[in-house]
């Protein structure tokens, strides 16, 4: 029987950081197998080789058939993977990412259950929001109050530069193509971006559940992140490209309008280098400081008294054995 064992998985050290990764890519009415450490995409074109490791997110949009084999290499290669609907714009579920500790995790379990510590995290992320501003004193309804006031600003100056009307928000999650040029834009980009942040949180070895600001849904801490950047990125994006449409297309809408808003975003990460800061920022809110996160061991043994000892050691009361069997890593 041929041997299919293909490539060997991987290091951690060996793959590329999260931070300097391509964003994401969408695909839709395709076949996604592997070769070798690629991706292969296969359509009514021909086929497309991705690198697997330098790729953050796939979003598999309708019409998508994955291998097994793809599968196997993506959990290997650390990429996360979102099931979206059609247009790419509605969340059906996801594939996990790549990590190899529970430190962060452990702290952001720690801060989302102390009240004291919960609000301290959901300040750092409205003084994100201000960064000229002392917002110390402010109570968590009023801090809701001016970020409510800062996105309906951002919303008029946007529709005041591209001369695009708005009069709010205004989408059917059902029928994509109902709502206005400028509210589609917004649905298509904060879809990638909140997927975007899913897998970055989930590759850091964090909970995508355990929100702040936003609680109770599966996606909270997803939604906390990604409203760090709307407002310097899918906002003024939508607005663009609504203008575009306005201007270029007469007033009608193409008919690949989604595809061109993720191409759209995609070059403003890039440019804003917003898979790096949202490492940095995910790191900044959750802990002390960005040292000593990377390496780090992946399992542990809790200690009620000095937090944690090593795995793969015997103990016992007076001493310790080296060399035991019980090692998980």
Not at 67 to 91: F, N, Q
Not at 194 to 216: D, M, N, T, W
Not at 260 to 280: A, Y
Not at 297 to 322: C, S
């Amino acid at each position: 029987m041929q041997n299919n064992a293909g490539m060997i998985k991987p290091e951690l050290a060996e793959l590329p950081q999260i931070s300097d990764r391509m964003s994401f890519v969408y695909l839709e009415h395709c076949v996604i197998n592997r070769e070798d450490s690629a991706v292969k995409v296969t359509d009514m074109d021909g086929d497309v080789f991705i690198p697997a490791a330098a790729i953050t997110t796939l979003f598999l949009g309708p019409g998508c058939r994955i291998t097994h084999r793809a599968m196997e290499l993506i959990g290997d290669s650390g990429i996360g993977v979102v099931w979206v609907g059609e247009h790419g714009v509605r969340y059906y579920a996801h594939g996990r990412a790549l990590n190899s500790h529970t430190r962060l995790l452990v702290k952001q379990a720690e801060l989302v259950s102390n009240t004291r510590k919960h609000l301290a995290v959901v300040r750092k992320m409205y003084q994100m929001r201000f960064p000229n501003e002392d917002v110390s004193g402010l109570t968590l309804q009023q801090l809701r109050g001016r970020e409510g006031s800062r996105v309906r600003a951002t919303y008029r100056e946007y529709s005041k530069k591209w001369n695009i009307p708005w009069t709010g928000r205004e989408y059917d999650p059902e029928d994509f193509t109902s709502g206005t040029p400028v509210n589609q834009a917004l649905s298509a980009g904060n879809v990638c971006l909140y997927g975007l942040a899913h897998s970055v949180i989930c590759a850091l070895g964090c909970s995508a559940g355990l929100g702040f600001v936003h609680v109770g849904h599966e996606c909270s801490f997803a939604y906390d992140i990604a409203d760090l950047y709307k407002a310097e990125t899918t906002i003024p994006i939508a607005f663009e490209m609504a203008a575009k449409v306005q201007n270029e297309f007469a007033n009608k809408i193409p008919q690949d309008f989604s595809g061109m808003i993720r191409r759209r975003l995609r070059d403003e990460i890039v440019k804003r280098r917003l898979l790096e800061r949202m490492v940095h920022d995910i790191k900044y809110l959750l802990s002390d400081s960005d040292d000593g996160e990377e390496g780090e061991k992946a399992v542990y043994l809790w200690d009620n008294k000095k937090d944690r000892v090593e795995n793969g050691r015997q103990y016992r009361e007076n001493g310790v054995e080296e060399d035991g069997s019980d090692n998980h890593e």
